[in-house]
């Protein structure tokens, strides 16, 4: 069974980066499509972005475009999520997520088409 591991998440003050990872243990060898969510207090998980499992197809939030980049290591069976200019209301936790597709440029963008979450790694951007 697929299980993603997330870290690289931190404290850092606005404007600062941090870049996510996302480890697939356990991974079938089918193709996976992923993407990362993320949860602030008090508020409901929304979508940050999403690629294919051939990393030609991606896909962000509003919020996400232009300061975020998906991207993957098939290899390495690893996503990362580089995070530039941050701002406060980009503090959450964030979770990676995986589906075994068939189709190698298929990318989901709504959470209910996950199968698989990890736990999540907490971001804090301050003021």
């Known amino acids: 069974q697929v299980q993603p591991v997330e870290s690289g998440g931190g404290s850092v003050q606005a404007g600062g980066s941090l870049r996510l990872s996302c480890a697939a243990s356990?991974?079938?060898?089918?193709?996976?499509?992923m993407g990362w969510f993320r949860q602030a207090p008090g508020k409901e998980r929304e979508f940050v972005a999403a690629?294919?499992?051939?990393?030609?197809?991606?896909r962000y939030s509003d919020s996400a475009k232009g300061r975020f980049t998906i991207s993957r290591d098939n290899a390495k069976d690893t996503v990362y999520l580089q995070m530039n200019n941050l701002k406060p209301e980009d503090t959450a936790v964030y979770y990676c997520a995986a589906q075994e597709v068939v189709n190698s440029g298929t990318v989901f963008v709504w959470g209910k088409n996950y199968g698989r979450w990890g736990q999540g790694t907490q971001v804090t951007v301050s003021s």
């Open positions: 356990g991974r079938s060898s089918g193709r996976l499509a």
């Open positions: 690629i294919s499992w051939s990393g030609s197809i991606k």
